[in-house]
């Protein structure tokens, strides 16, 4: 298995797989938020699930189109949810 670059807090590890597990959301997104390729999140997903979670999540990425840009219709064009605050730098912003 690779070992991943740098260590993450749980509240940044919980966030990596919750996008991962989004179908919505394409690796380009993480890549961008975390400086994770999509073989290091396959890697952190292997490593945080559990094997029957993990198999079963390849299996949905493999045949899930949107989860790379290049495969994506062309009416999404944007992989931030219209209602997400606002995120820049990793961080979120304060929620009242």
Known sequence: MKKLKQPFSDRDLDRIIEMAWEDRTPFEAIEHQFALKEADVKALMKKELKTG????????????????????????????????RVISNNKTAKRK
């Open 53 to 84: 979670s993990y198999t079963l999540w390849r299996k949905r990425v493999e045949n899930c189109k949107t989860k790379h840009l290049q495969k994506r219709c062309a009416q999404i064009s944007r992989f931030k949810c219209s209602e997400q």
